[in-house]
């Protein structure tokens, strides 16, 4: 609950183009041709104000569609040297959990600490203060030497939670105890408030010049915009009452009184609330304060990797009884190297014509491999190894048949 607040003084503006091009230039996938139009995309010519012409020394271009993608090739370097500070940290023993392993690592000198970044906005998550003052040094240090980029002293600081808020997206965040434990509370920051409201009165003076069914669904889709970004706030449901109530003022000084009708479209997406709503051109306007909390949805890396385990796994037989015969009709050699395979599980079992292909588990179409070759064959160098081997040429024939 000690959150180290960092500010990057002016990111876009101040980004180094030749830290910049080496970070490119070790991605394989971005090639010479590619990495010259990102090098003259960085060069381009600003025109001022007074029409002087500038060439950019540093930073990217302000609004250029590539910009957000070379923001999170710059902080990637952040990301990861965040991430070996605690959770990727190698240890001598291995555990067979997340958990485990953290509750190993609290018993050291290590500082506990988590990132949570957008772009150039992020925030470092620490159990007390000594830490979050640390890491604040720390990140300092790496984002100038390493980096080449500056933070705002004004507006960096460090944040207990349980004491003030911490405002990430639009969102303040604060700690709070319940039932003995500290859970989250957030609310949308006042700076999102007022601008909800600028632009929800902007679209209701639109409404009320042209009184059309395709304005209705433009406001629609403003009031849906907001709703599903900021439903992740816990009072959302507190917030927008308050806002809604001075949307209601407005819509009753612009459109009219409202009513109890409602179109079909909002009946499917507000079934259960009863609020009062206005009509225009046939069409019913969205409440915006029709709208409870929803969990954010939460990606597990473990349940991904077991997707992955499962995908690689997906031509292989797992029968005992077929993997027995098979190894007795082949000698316990693997077909590919010709050496013996010792040990019951040093085996793989390959399908040259996938299950979901048709392919049967007879004989002729099984494979008797080492077990190296199970990753192997799913990674992207697979090509590279026993070039002259007729039995693997067979294989990577039918995997690119079937890829």
């Known amino acids: 609950h000690f959150v180290v607040d960092i500010d ?3 990111f876009f503006d ?52 590539l910009s957000p993608l070379l923001a999170n090739i710059v902080l990637n370097e952040l ?30 000198n290590l500082i506990e600490v988590r990132i949570v970044r957008y772009a150039d906005d992020f925030k470092l998550f620490c159990r007390d203060r000594a830490s979050a003052e640390k890491m604040f040094k720390l990140v300092k240090i790496f984002l100038k030497d390493r980096l080449k980029l500056e933070i705002s002293e004004k507006k960096s600081k460090i944040v207990n939670l349980r004491k003030e808020f911490s405002i990430f997206l639009g969102i303040k965040l604060k700690a709070v105890k319940n039932r003995n434990r500290l859970t989250v509370r957030s609310y949308i920051s006042d700076k999102a408030r007022k ?27 403003v ?62 306007i969205f409440t915006l304060q029709a709208i409870k909390f929803k969990i954010p949805k939460l990606f597990s890396a473990k349940k991904k990797m077991q997707k992955e385990e499962k995908q690689i796994e997906i031509n292989e037989i797992e029968d005992p009884q ?20 010792a040990g019951n599980d040093n085996f793989y079992v390959h399908r040259l014509v996938p299950k979901e292909h048709g392919g049967r588990d007879d004989l002729e179409n099984l494979m008797l491999l080492d077990s190296s070759f199970k990753t192997l064959l ?26």
């Open 195 to 221: 601008a909800i409201l600028t632009l929800i009165r902007q679209e209701i003076k639109e409404l009320q010049k042209r009184r059309t069914a395709q304005q209705v669904l433009k406001f629609n889709s």
């Open 79 to 108: 990301d990861w040297w965040i991430h070996k500070q605690w959770s990727g940290l190698k240890t001598k023993s291995e555990y067979s959990t997340l958990g485990n392993k953290e509750r190993a690592l609290r018993d050291t």
């Open 8 to 10: 990057i003084k002016g």
């Open 223 to 284: 009031i849906l915009g907001i709703q599903n970004y900021y439903r992740m706030a816990t009072m959302i449901s507190m917030d927008f009452s308050k806002i809604g109530y001075i949307v209601n003022k407005s819509l009753m000084n612009r459109i009219g009184k409202p009513s109890d009708k409602k179109d079909k479209k909002y009946k499917l997406r507000y079934k259960g609330y009863n609020f009062k709503v206005w009509n225009v051109a046939g069409n019913t």
């Open 322 to 341: 077929i993997r027995a015969v098979l190894r007795l009709q082949r000698n316990s050699t693997c077909e590919v190297t010709g050496k013996y395979i």
């Open 14 to 65: 101040n980004i180094n183009h030749k830290k910049l091009i080496k970070q490119l230039q070790r991605f394989k996938s971005i090639d010479k041709k590619t990495l010259s139009i990102i090098k003259c995309m960085l060069k381009v010519e600003t025109v001022l104000q007074n029409k002087d012409i500038i060439q950019s020394e540093k930073g990217t271009p302000q609004g250029g569609i």
């Open 378 to 403: 799913k990674s992207g160098n697979r090509e590279d190894y026993y070039k002259d081997n007729e039995n693997y040429a067979r294989i990577l024939k039918t995997l690119s048949k079937y890829k």
